[in-house]
């Protein structure tokens, strides 16, 4: 069974840090990008970062560059969300989901995997 397991959210302090995990199972990690998405209370689901089977990075929005990293261990299957300098608009639902594709792409409808999320909650 394929599925996609969002964990370490958590309620952070601004400019404190957390490490969000995506594991994967039934599927092998290696053969797809996977990307993060958030979605704040109200607002879009957001797209975020996304990293290719072979590691490489892309960031899709500009207001966490220089802040997030994304990283894949593929020997765990589980693909991270490092967040550094949280601020209180990085509060959000966190989603990982899987690429059709072993590369990214932030066309609609270029994920068909998604996991339960993971509550991020920044305080000021």
């Known amino acids: 069974q394929l599925q996609l397991v969002e964990s370490g959210g958590g309620l952070v302090q601004t400019g404190g840090s957390l490490r969000l995990s995506c594991a994967a199972s039934?599927?092998?990690?290696?053969?797809?990008?996977i990307t993060w998405f958030r979605q704040a209370p109200g607002k879009e689901r957001e797209r975020i970062l996304c990293?290719?089977?072979?590691?490489?990075?892309?960031i899709y929005t500009d207001s966490v560059k220089g802040r997030f990293t994304i990283s894949r261990d593929n020997a765990k299957n589980t693909v991270y969300l490092q967040m550094n300098s949280l601020k209180p608009e990085d509060t959000a639902v966190y989603y990982c989901?899987?690429?059709?594709?072993?590369?990214?792409?932030?066309?609609?409808?270029?994920?068909?995997?998604w996991g339960q999320g993971t509550q991020v909650t920044v305080s000021s």
């Open positions: 990293i290719s089977g072979s590691g490489d990075n892309t």
């Open positions: 039934g599927f092998t990690l290696d053969y797809y990008a």
């Open positions: 989901a899987r690429n059709l594709h072993f590369y990214c792409s932030g066309s609609v409808g270029s994920t068909n995997y």
